[in-house]
């Protein structure tokens, strides 16, 4: 898959793909060359710092989601009861 060498600088690869289309400021892009005589690739990078808030915005909703469902469920058992 992916070298140490490419990698040696900041993660890369296809987990910042999978992020771009969600959190597009989170990924870059370098180029990565073998040598002198490469073209080189470019490779997409992730920078996780800019995900920290992202995921605490997700876990607060989850959390009032889960909140609702348990007031949703007591509410059955109880008029089943």
Not at 41 to 58: C, G, K, Y
Request: aromatic fraction near 4%; charge should be negative; proline fraction near 5%.
């Amino acid at each position: 898959m992916r070298t140490q060498h490419e990698c040696d600088q900041q993660p890369c690869g296809r987990i910042a793909d999978e992020v771009r289309p969600h959190v597009p400021e989170a990924v870059g892009t370098y180029l990565w060359t073998r040598d002198d005589k490469d073209e080189g690739r470019e490779l997409a990078t992730l920078d996780p710092t800019h995900l920290v808030f992202v995921l605490i915005n997700s876990l607060k909703e989850l959390a009032g989601k889960n909140s609702d469902l348990e007031a949703r469920l007591a509410a059955l058992e109880a008029a089943n009861a």
